[in-house]
């Protein structure tokens, strides 16, 4: 069982920024996927990016490409999302969620994800 504990979530104007981090209970292993969603209120849960423990390759959907940035620092056992250019739209709880299956990295398939944590919100006024 993994634990996955997010933080840096809080409100920002819009084109501000923010870095939300997500710190697991246990060290990465390889082929391992970390990837970041979000859910607005009456909105389905959206993916956002991510990246394969080992790999170099990141995955983000395309209304978060040129903003969000994902990349992990294995030592910390943590995962970051820089968000850059905020807009009042991604205004949302923002999850961290990790896939041990060893398959393809991507956010298409959510189910992958078997672990997830509680989340942290993100607010962004105009």
């Known amino acids: 069982q993994v634990r996955l504990a997010e933080s840096g979530g809080g409100s920002a104007q819009a084109g501000g920024s923010l870095r939300l981090a997500c710190e697991a209970s246990?060290?990465?292993?390889?082929?391992?996927?970390l990837g970041w969603f979000r859910q607005a209120p009456e909105k389905e849960r959206e993916g956002l990016a991510a990246?394969?423990?080992?790999?170099?390759?990141?995955y983000y959907a395309d209304s978060t490409k040129g903003r969000f940035t994902i990349w992990y620092d294995a030592p910390k056992k943590s995962v970051y999302l820089q968000l850059n250019s905020l807009k009042p739209e991604d205004t949302a709880m923002y999850y961290c969620?990790?896939?041990?299956?060893?398959?393809?990295?991507?956010?298409?398939?959510?189910?992958?994800?078997?672990?997830w944590g509680l989340g942290t919100q993100v607010t962004v006024s105009s």
């Open positions: 969620a990790l896939d041990v299956t060893g398959g393809y990295c991507y956010t298409d398939q959510e189910e992958t994800f078997g672990f």
């Open positions: 990246l394969g423990i080992g790999g170099n390759r990141a």
């Open positions: 246990q060290y990465f292993d390889r082929g391992w996927c």
